[in-house]
């Protein structure tokens, strides 16, 4: 006779299998097809109403260089898409995960698994992290591909001036913006996990942590607030425009990095502590 296998609670939920129940969900296939949308509207945006001109004082700098070529509008794509756009993709996939399980009063039966609360959380949050840092980085690359189809390949001009970089820097640069984009989200991520472990509804947890992201945009703008602004999560979410100088600064992104990943981690802590001692009902 056999003998039965033994517990061992690293083996429970799998993370092909938290990831497979993630794949299947309506809402990421929505999510994913918006993010990879947005390049082909704004290109026949562009291709409808015109080359934008850069006479307009108020007109912002990457807009005006947009179609100069594939890195110029994928440039231009990450600016316009990373305030909101990009915060909504990664609340959705990481507050999402947990509130959803509560509200389908699923997550009781998947601790009496039994699956270790923290190994839960820790599972959960790598499949987040993942689809979230998978949808910031949809954008840009899509971008790149529609650039190229429809506006070609060129070196990239920076806004200020006709100066243009050469192609292996611009790529380099490039790569740099886009790893700060992920960075910048980790706030958003860590925020809206918290508060899905703190709420049974997914639209709670979501709509909190972009709202609390508008609220922080609001504040920002209130210039009487001084240097305690840079304490603000998103007083540093558009501090990549450093790379597209003739000189790379690194300044505003290493404080964006830094504030960025702290706030993260206080917020994950607070998430691990907050869940660990949550009275489960549904």
């Not at 958003?188 to 508008?214: E, K, Y």
């Not at 597209?244 to 992104?253: H, S």
Request: hydrophobic share 55%; proline share 5%; glycine share 8%.
């Amino acid at each position: 006779m056999s003998e039965r296998p033994s517990y061992n609670p690293r083996k429970t939920l799998p993370l092909r299998v938290e990831a497979v129940r993630q794949l299947r969900r309506h809402r990421t296939w929505i999510a994913f097809a918006v993010l990879l949308l947005l390049p082909w509207v704004l290109a026949g945006a562009f291709k409808i109403g015109g080359s934008p001109s850069g006479n307009d004082a108020n007109t912002p700098g990457l807009v005006t260089v947009a179609t100069a070529g594939a890195l110029n509008f994928t440039a231009f794509t990450l600016f316009v898409s990373a305030g909101f756009l990009l915060v909504v993709a990664v609340a959705l996939f990481c507050g999402d995960t947990v509130a959803s399980e509560a509200g389908w009063a699923s997550l009781r039966y998947l601790l009496a698994a039994p699956v270790p609360r923290t190994r839960l959380l820790r599972q959960k949050l790598i499949v987040a992290m993942s689809f979230a840092a998978l949808a910031v980085v949809s954008v840009p690359a899509m971008a790149m591909i529609t650039g190229i189809y429809v506006f070609g390949w060129a070196r990239l001009r920076l806004p200020a001036g006709d100066t243009t970089l050469p192609n292996g820097t611009a790529l380099t640069r490039m790569l740099i913006i886009v790893g700060y984009a992920l960075v910048s989200q980790l706030v958003v991520a860590a925020l809206a996990f918290l508060l899905s472990v703190t709420t049974d509804s997914p639209l709670g947890a979501v709509g909190g942590a972009v709202g609390l992201v508008i609220l922080s945009n609001i504040i920002d703008a209130v210039t009487a607030l001084g240097h305690w602004r840079e304490f603000l999560p998103t007083h540093w979410l558009f501090a990549w425009t450093d790379a597209l100088q003739p000189q790379l600064v690194w300044t505003g992104m290493i404080k964006g990095s830094a504030l960025s990943a702290s706030y993260a981690v206080v917020l994950l802590a607070l998430a691990v502590r907050r869940f660990r001692t949550k009275d489960v009902v549904s």
